[in-house]
């Protein structure tokens, strides 16, 4: 894709992350453009999650998590956010194992819309949309008042998906959602993202590098901290990647 | 190498195994014998020959007047009620107060030493609570309010309600501890403030155990004597404003058990005063006991 002259949603420069003495994330530097799917991969404790972490200013509720560098978006540094919660509201993110809200199926996809003033119909038809879109509606159309936290793990991740989505966000991090979820639901998710990445920047972390491969634009592999490599999709699973061990990894030859 | 024998592991487990048993037999022995004891010295005579029209309506309590002796035990009741109310005015909104400060706010240094405060302040023996009562308190309310006696509910509801604060709290910020970090987190994510949070998704997933850590301040109150004795006035009274002077319950059986003859009826009517604070704080205690039980279970 033309992904040079796409406008920068997400600037990383120098970005370093800590957690006491253990560095979780060393100088990463990289671009997001607008509207594409980031993928990131890379095998456990390379920094995937803490790189996620930084870009909505999470590092904020972990006592020892500190972050240096920085995390330009739309532009401007996260850091500089006077309004944090403004920033975390145009963020959308899904953990990887799902945390339903202790409230009802209904209450769980209206919070974020709440925060924002929306009420009545209008709230109505947002929890309705973003239920259909993570692929939930049908199984919860009857049962919006029950507790989100009754829903079988795959559906507590589309729950949150939904959540996600409900805040219209800009920016949707995504970390490893495809864990709770079976197969085919995955296909359904993905194909949602697909449609989504037209209104929206997703970045994808993912330990299925053939989901990265079959969603992400452009691809970075993290690896023990380090940022190896950042490229074309299509490059870094072509054997045209620019480092061996990028290429090792996608191939399933450690991690 | 598998073969069946008798070790020494094997033989530790058992004596553990038993030396646990009998402790935790004789502590439920111990329960059973005091309750026996209290049931057996007043039980028969409160269900027999306790007149339940005076003593539940009547405030007139002169166990001592002759030839008629008079057990209402009316004005003992709204004593102890009114104190233990006033209390919970002070302590729960102080306690909550407290517990989400330490629960979500505070941090590092800050947090451990308002910990350690707390349960300093729960160590305070009553009687030490009932001399502020006395000496600063009573002198304050007279100064302060201009009213001839300072020995009433408000200084024993303000006592009572300080002394309940430190379990109150504790238990409270507990509840806002099993909270799941995750719920926050979430929360915060999606760029709601901290008192939203607190105020959506913390204090409703906590309010089981909220709940229960208020019912057992109140039971605190309740069952507490010495500081109520020492800062209530101990006048026989039913109450109309909270500068009244109230007698509690216990205060009642602490003062005058010691004089009474054993087996007398002042006796046996004091046993049936504590047989009546034993069921309402049996009662306060398990359902406390079955909301914390309702949180544990519900996270499972
Ligand atoms: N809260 C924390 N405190 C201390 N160290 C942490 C914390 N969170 C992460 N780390 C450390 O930071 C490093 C990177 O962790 P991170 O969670 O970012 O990895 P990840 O790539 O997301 O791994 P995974 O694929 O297992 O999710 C690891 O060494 C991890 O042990
Ligand atoms: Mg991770």
Redesign the pocket.
């Known amino acids: 894709m033309a992904a040079t002259t796409a406008t920068e949603k997400l600037k990383v420069r120098d970005l370093t ?1 800590r ?2 003495d ?4 060393n100088g990463a530097s990289f671009e997001v453009y607008e509207n594409e799917i980031f993928g990131v991969i ?12 930084a870009i909505n200013r999470m590092d904020e509720m ?1 006592s ?2 500190h972050v240096s560098g920085e995390v330009l978006f739309n532009g401007k540094d996260v850091s500089h956010w006077r309004n944090l919660y403004a920033l975390r509201s145009r963020i959308g993110v899904v953990f ?1 194992l799902p945390v339903g809200l202790p409230m009802s199926i209904y209450e769980n996809v209206a919070f974020a819309p709440k925060l924002r003033g929306v009420r009545g119909a209008e709230l109505d038809e947002i929890v309705e949309r973003c239920l259909t879109r993570a692929a939930l509606w049908d199984e919860v159309k009857d049962r919006l008042k029950s507790l989100g936290s009754l829903l079988s793990g795959g559906q507590q991740q589309r729950l949150t998906i939904a959540r996600a989505l409900s805040q219209e966000p800009e920016l949707l991090l995504l ?2 959602f495809s864990i709770a979820v079976d197969p085919v639901t995955t296909m359904r998710i993905e194909d949602v993202l697909k449609e989504l990445k037209e209104e929206m920047t997703i970045i994808l ?1 993912t ?1 299925l590098v053939q989901q990265a491969r079959r969603l992400a634009d452009r691809t970075a592999f ?1 690896l ?2 380090e940022v190896v490599e950042v490229g074309d999709t299509a490059e870094l699973f072509t054997r045209n990647a620019q480092d061996q061990r990028t290429t090792d990894y996608v191939e399933g030859r450690f991690g | 190498m598998l073969e069946d024998r008798i070790d020494l592991a094997w033989v530790v487990d058992r004596i553990t195994q038993g030396v646990v048993f009998v402790g935790g037999v004789s502590a439920i022995l111990f329960v059973i014998a005091i309750f026996v004891f209290i049931a057996q010295q007043g039980l028969g005579f409160a269900i027999f020959e306790l007149d339940k029209g005076v003593f539940f309506t009547s405030p007139a309590w002169r166990p001592t007047s002759e030839p008629e002796p008079q057990f209402g035990a009316l004005a003992l009741m709204a004593g102890t009620a009114s104190v233990t109310g006033f209390a919970m005015l002070v302590s729960v909104p102080f306690s909550l107060g407290a517990a989400i400060y330490i629960g979500e706010f505070a941090t590092g240094r800050t947090r451990e030493f308002l910990k350690v405060l707390v349960e300093l302040l729960a160590a305070i023996p009553s009687v030490v609570w009932g001399f502020i009562g006395l000496t600063i308190m009573n002198p304050l309310i007279i100064e302060v309010f201009d009213v001839p006696v300072g020995l009433t509910i408000l200084n024993a509801g303000v006592i009572l309600g300080l002394m309940a604060a430190p379990i109150m709290t504790t238990i409270a910020e507990d509840a806002l501890k099993a909270v799941p970090e995750g719920y926050r987190e979430a929360a915060e994510a999606m760029g709601a403030t901290r008192w939203q949070v607190i105020r959506q998704v913390v204090l409703p997933s906590a309010k089981n155990g909220l709940v229960a850590a208020v019912l057992l301040g109140v039971g605190r109150g309740f069952g507490e004597t010495m500081a109520v004795l020492m800062a209530s006035g101990h006048a026989i009274n039913l109450p109309t404003s909270p500068f009244d002077s109230v007698r509690a319950l216990t205060a009642t059986i602490a003062a005058e058990l010691g004089e009474t003859a054993r087996g007398s009826e002042h006796y046996k009517v004091l046993f049936s005063l504590g047989i009546l604070l034993f069921i309402v704080t049996f009662v306060i205690n398990l359902l406390a006991d079955v909301l914390v039980r309702g949180r544990k279970g519900k996270r499972a």
């Open positions: 992350i957690y006491g253990t560095v979780a994330l890379g095998p456990a404790n390379s920094g995937k999650t803490s790189f996620l972490r972990t020892n998590m990887p970390d490893e972390v330990n993290f023990n901290g």
